[in-house]
């Protein structure tokens, strides 16, 4: 009798989930969870705990026993709430039984969009640095990922010169994710509607992560990319609650799109997903009713935070350019001799102070980190005396 498999175990995997490399962020928080007493700009999440009306909203609905399904788009009064909302601020409207769904963060949203719209070998057009999914779930969903790099030169804003001259017959899709992370990159409205003229030109799909929608700074206005004109018939629009409601364990995103996309999309959602958690469904009512205050109430600390940290790397001598949006600073790193992964390592290593490599997020975020100043202000004071130490040793 034999044992074992006739091939190697792992040749069972697809290959191009075998071909794939993990995340460099994952990587760089394995090695930060080994180390103690150590002051983390790491992690892309509110150091904010949800506002406390939500959290009883949620612990409400548990007692009054609602521990069932909901429909599998989600409740009809959060559909309906997001619907409401996103007309008011953006002057788009959408049919909340027909064309939202709610799921299991904006993560989900990412995945089940994308395999909705593609097929195999569709080419997908995105902008680098960017959030370390986006590439792999266009490559999961059966697409070919083209990479559009953006540089201090633009404030890493994509142009759409660069889209234009990406265009091949095999595109059928844009991915855009602003405000940006890792770079805290916005895009303003004129920058849109450029980009809007070549997707009409070349009957392109877009899809859209404004998932930090609510996180700008310095007096921009964010526009949803579906609100210019044309654009609502031909994008995607993905959203939730993680970071504008510090509600990232609760796991809540949502789609907006046209009937017709929206029908394939939430075919992937109901073959994947039951339906998102209904406790953290009446967690996203409580913040759209009640949550505004405590929006702005965490917008103007991540100002102040912002401020303080962009103002002290350039300081020491790692040009920042002014991020707009998200709460992240991304930092050139070059004049240190370094480069990003060493950068990193070593800062962590001599000064207990992480940060997160720009390779991570794409070869275009080489030579910068990652720092988020989602972190409390007097932390993020101790952490950029250390680095001001660090780049000092170093002759910077």
């Not at 990159?185 to 509607?193: R, Y």
């Not at 000064?351 to 202000?377: I, L, M």
Request: aromatic share 8%; charged share 20%.
């Amino acid at each position: 009798m034999t044992t074992g498999t006739a091939r190697p175990t792992a040749d069972f995997l697809a290959n191009n989930v075998r071909s794939m490399a993990p995340s460099g962020i994952r990587r760089f928080f394995d090695m930060l969870a080994e180390m103690h007493d150590v002051i983390s700009l790491t992690i892309g999440e509110p150091d904010f705990n949800t506002p406390e009306p939500i959290t009883r909203a949620a612990i409400a609905s548990l007692e009054a026993g609602e521990t069932h399904y909901t429909a599998n788009g989600g409740m009809l009064e959060l559909r309906e709430l997001i619907a409401t909302n996103l007309r008011q601020r953006y002057g788009v409207d959408y049919d909340p039984r027909s064309e939202t769904i709610i799921t299991v963060g904006a993560s989900e949203a990412v995945d089940a969009s994308l395999r909705a719209l593609l097929n195999p070998g569709d080419e997908v057009i995105y902008h680098e640095p960017c959030f370390v999914s986006y590439a792999p779930c266009i490559t999961l969903a059966g697409g070919t990922p083209v990479a559009l790099s953006t540089t201090d030169a633009t404030d890493f804003r994509v142009t759409a010169a660069q889209v234009a001259a990406a265009i091949t017959p095999r595109t059928k899709a844009l991915f855009l994710g602003y405000p940006n992370n890792p770079t805290g990159a916005v895009l303003g409205h004129d920058d849109l509607s450029a980009i809007a003229e070549v997707v009409e030109a070349h009957d392109l799909v877009v899809v859209t992560d404004e998932i930090y929608d609510r996180l700008v700074y310095g007096g921009h206005q964010h526009t949803a990319f579906s609100s210019l004109p044309g654009m609502r018939d031909r994008t995607v629009l993905i959203g939730g609650f993680s970071k504008s409601y510090a509600m990232t364990g609760w796991r809540i995103g949502y789609v907006a799109a046209p009937e017709a996309l929206m029908t394939g999309i939430a075919k992937v959602h109901q073959y994947g997903i039951m339906c998102a958690p209904t406790a953290a469904q009446f967690a996203a009512i409580a913040a759209l009713r009640i949550g505004e205050p405590f929006v702005l109430e965490m917008l103007a600390e991540y100002d102040r935070r912002r401020e303080l940290m962009t103002r002290r790397f350039n300081e020491i001598g790692l040009h920042c350019f002014e991020p707009h949006g998200a709460f992240y600073c991304f930092p050139n790193i070059t004049s240190t001799g370094l480069d990003d992964e060493a950068f990193a390592r070593e800062l962590l290593l001599e000064e207990h102070v992480a940060v997160v490599p720009g390779s991570a997020f794409g070869p275009s975020g080489a030579g910068h980190v990652r720092a988020c100043y989602a972190t409390a202000y007097e932390q993020i004071v101790e952490a950029m005396d250390a680095v001001e130490r660090f780049v000092q040793r170093r002759g910077g």
